[in-house]
């Protein structure tokens, strides 16, 4: 059984850094073609692809925030850490991860419930 | 970096009516990285299609995606009342790993 969950805290100030880690089981992220995403969704919008990290620990970001991200895993713990600096009351959203399968849907099959974080001074 | 622009933003439709929602993409998009996904209020996501035309585990097959190119298509045969929910588009740009996803549309009740 596959299950994701975000923790993090609920709480950021303006200019600080956010991280949040992705503590997930059912699957191994040493396996080829796993991967895991970040998307976000801020209250009453889209959802946002932000970043991800794959199986040989390649990673990638979105074009409009990568500057800001930083994605990383360890493997031992089944954990997937995303940090998001200089956050703005922008960054305010519900934050998601996501397992990828490239060999079979290729697309986020597996969510976790997502961990609303607030950017309020 | 592809843009997916969702149409109609909103649908009006009763229970039983045909649902047909739109995804373009600003440029050519391999049919296999496009995807459909639900979402309901306060839940994740769903995955619904995969490979444009896919469905994914125990999705009803009144659901059904086609398209290619820069044009896709999800399909609701008869609308349920479960069935109602946001609908969002996904691709993954070819030769690349960026993903994105459209704006949304609103399948609401009339």
């Known amino acids: 059984q596959v299950t994701l969950r975000e923790s993090g805290p609920a709480l950021v100030k303006p200019a600080q850094t956010l991280t949040l880690t992705c503590t997930f089981s059912g699957f191994s992220l040493s396996t080829s073609g796993m991967c895991v995403s970040w998307i976000r969704q801020p209250p009453g919008k889209a959802l946002e692809w932000l970043a991800l990290?794959?199986?040989?620990?390649?990673?990638y970001y979105s074009t409009s925030l990568k500057t800001r991200l930083t994605i990383s895993r360890d493997t031992s713990k089944n954990q997937v850490v995303l940090t998001v600096t200089n956050m703005d009351p922008a960054d305010t959203a519900t934050y998601y991860c996501?397992?990828?399968?490239?060999?079979?849907?290729?697309?986020?099959?597996?969510w976790g419930q997502g961990i609303l974080v607030t950017v309020s001074s | 970096e592809i843009v997916l622009t969702q149409s109609p933003g909103t649908l009006s439709l009763s229970p039983g009516d045909r649902a047909t929602l739109s995804c373009r993409a600003s440029?050519?998009?391999?049919?296999?990285?496009l995807a459909w996904y639900q979402q309901k209020p306060g839940q994740a996501p769903r995955l619904l299609i995969y490979?444009?035309?896919s469905r994914a585990t125990d999705i009803p097959d009144r659901f059904s995606g086609s398209g290619s190119g820069t044009d896709f298509t999800l399909t609701v045969s008869s609308l349920e009342p479960e069935d109602f929910a946001v609908y969002y588009c996904y691709c993954q740009q070819y030769g690349s790993s960026l993903r994105t996803f459209g704006q949304g549309t609103k399948v609401e009740v009339k």
């Open positions: 990290i794959d199986w040989d620990d390649d990673k």
């Open positions: 996501a397992r990828i399968r490239v060999d079979d849907s290729g697309a986020p099959d597996y």
């Open positions: 440029q050519s998009v391999s049919s296999s990285l």
């Open positions: 490979g444009a035309s």
